[in-house]
């Protein structure tokens, strides 16, 4: 499976972006997929995890109410939308996608395959 992320860039505190992922190659029945961040100097956090059906979906606090996780399965895409960006939201995201899976997932252990990151930078 390849993760073709997208979307990121140079914005103003304030100002909104979209990320986007489309996955591509090997189809499975199901997946669960996800985003996760790396600021600078800083380990890998989770943001946030969309089921299957987009039914469910799981925000880490520091984005919930501010980011919108969604996904389209006849494109095989994830979205993430974001809104009142902060400096603090400054890192590059990465997309990834759990095989076989139906739920949510926090931990990046738990996915198989990830993007390359798309860089989300955030100015004052």
């Known amino acids: 499976v390849q993760l073709q992320a997208s979307g990121g860039g140079l914005v103003q505190a304030g100002d909104s972006l979209r990320l986007s992922c489309a996955a591509s190659?090997?189809?499975?029945?199901?997946?669960?997929m996800g985003w996760f961040r790396q600021a600078p100097g800083k380990e890998r956090e989770f943001v946030a995890s969309?089921?299957?059906?987009?039914?469910?979906?799981y925000y880490a606090d520091s984005v919930k109410g501010r980011f919108t996780i969604s996904r389209d399965n006849a494109k095989n895409t994830v979205y993430l939308q974001m809104i009142s960006l902060k400096p603090e939201d400054t890192a590059v995201y990465y997309c990834?996608?759990?095989?076989?899976?139906?739920?949510?997932?926090?931990?990046?252990?738990?996915?198989?395959?990830w993007g390359q990151g798309t860089l989300v930078t955030v100015s004052s």
């Open positions: 190659g090997r189809t499975f029945s199901s997946y669960a």
């Open positions: 990834a996608f759990r095989a076989g899976s139906s739920g949510w997932y926090l931990r990046s252990d738990e996915y198989h395959y």
């Open positions: 969309i089921s299957w059906n987009g039914g469910s979906t």
